[in-house]
């Protein structure tokens, strides 16, 4: 297991792809914790169970799928993509449960048609980079993520929890940087609207979506 520890990572995967269960422990070991932690801070809504959950079955289809990893991303980066998706399934089906059924989403390409919501007088609250690096504003946060489409939830989690940089980002969605910092400006303009809704409490930002 020591020499396992040293590998390097491209090295590690090789192993993992040969079958090598101390080569899969020790990825387990590198990347388990940081995963959950993504998880967990993604919505409000998910407890530590539902994160311990989620990771697992992320580290499952990490396992099935190892073989599509090109590595033109760090694999962090790519387990948190899969997390994600994992996350906001697991939010739609308790979601779909409770409404009893029907999912909201929101195509990026929709971003400069009307979305229907409603501007209310400028918003006292932090904007929402601000808030994005605050513990007590990662509530309303994770609300507003919550019903916004997955472009937009995307670019945001890789920025801001996966604490990627502009061109890691470029790179992982096959993006030139100037269009990831648009995207990013223009979603992050959008998760404002949610929040201002949010605030007053005027309608559940997952309808008005």
């Known amino acids: 297991m020591l020499m396992m520890k040293q590998l390097a ?8 792809r040969k079958g090598e269960e101390p080569a899969w422990e020790e990825l387990f070991s590198r990347h388990y914790a940081s995963t959950i932690r993504f998880i967990f801070q993604l919505s409000p809504a998910l407890s530590l169970e539902d994160a311990e959950e989620i990771c697992q079955e992320t580290f499952v289809s990490v396992i099935r799928n190892i073989e599509t990893f090109a590595g033109h991303s760090q694999l962090q980066t790519w387990i948190c993509r899969i997390a994600s998706n ?19 989403t929101l195509s990026l390409d929709a971003e400069d048609a009307e979305t229907g919501l409603t501007l209310d007088p400028p918003s006292t609250l932090p ?28 670019i945001i989690e890789l920025r801001y929890f996966a604490d990627l940089s502009y061109d890691e980002i470029s790179l992982e969605l096959k993006l030139n940087a100037k269009t990831v910092s648009s995207r990013l400006s223009k979603c992050l303009d959008k998760l404002e609207k949610v929040l201002a809704l949010i605030v007053s409490g005027k309608k559940d930002p997952v309808s008005s979506v």
């Open 127 to 154: 904007s929402p980079d601000v808030l994005l690096s605050r513990k007590e504003g990662m509530e309303m946060v994770g609300q507003a993520l919550a019903s916004m489409g997955q472009p937009c939830r995307e």
């Open 9 to 16: 990572e491209a090295d590690l995967l090789s192993c993992c």
């Open 86 to 104: 994992k996350a906001w399934d697991h939010l739609e089906k308790h979601k779909a449960i409770k409404r009893g059924g029907g999912k909201v």
